[in-house]
């Protein structure tokens, strides 16, 4: 870690280059996303589409609703799309922190993230959407038509999608925090309790409140928590027999 002390200014306009860098990064990618909004769209209603019963239709309450929805599904999409960017930036910010070896795993710390937050989304979209949709709707009594708000259903999809997308980033926090030596792994190994229930109480507050949508999101939780852990321990364990070595 470099000795010398950098003052906060010096901090502060590093942070605001890396924010205008990864917000012009963002809008470009909503932009180049928004060309393809009706394909985002019927993306997204898919899973729903597939369980509702053939009387039930989708409504906007608003003559702007649809325009604003097609907005917010581009925005999301911008950001799986520019996710390899928006690590980079924060990577940056940090790495004047960093060790030289440290700097060496910017590859693989941008490519970790990226994949993991990918994986999220790709995981709440075939494994959660569907058991979950599926519940909701069987739970309309004999005889009530679903007219559901396209608003409404695509907040509630995007901030699922967001959420496991965010908890799939907790193996790459977990491994860094411990090969930086910034948390110890036995610290973590003695907190493995409160880490399980902390996944719930994180999947009660990310999620929407539905106990489907909770636990699918605390048990993967709780086993990325204990994945970051594996790979961390393996790193060591090298360092150690290198050290050995030496």
Known sequence: MDKREVPLMT?????????????????????????????????????????MPKNASFVVLSP????FTEL???????????????FYQLWIFIAPG?????????FWFVVAA?????LGVVFAYFLVFP?????????LPPGINGAYSISML???????????GVVFQT??????????????????AKYRRVAFVAAFVIGAILTPPDPITQIMLALPAYALFELGLFFARMVLNQRKSSATDQ
């Open 171 to 188: 193996p790459v926090a977990i491994f860094l925090l411990v090969v930086f030596d910034l948390v110890s792994l036995g610290t973590f």
């Open 64 to 67: 702007q609703e649809y325009f």
């Open 114 to 118: 990226s994949l993991c937050f990918v």
């Open 11 to 51: 901090h502060l306009s590093e942070l605001r280059t890396c924010l205008i860098r990864a917000i012009i990064g963002l809008v470009v990618a909503m932009i180049l996303c928004y060309f393809f909004a009706d394909w985002i769209m019927a993306f997204i209603k898919k899973p729903m589409m597939e369980i």
């Open 131 to 139: 058991p979950t949709f599926k519940f909701f709707i069987e739970t």
């Open 72 to 86: 917010k599904a581009s925005l999301f999409f911008g950001v799986l799309v520019a996710s390899p960017w928006l």
């Open 98 to 106: 960093l060790y030289q070896n440290e700097k060496r795993m910017l």
């Open 154 to 164: 695509y907040g509630f999809a995007i901030t699922v999608l967001l959420a496991f």
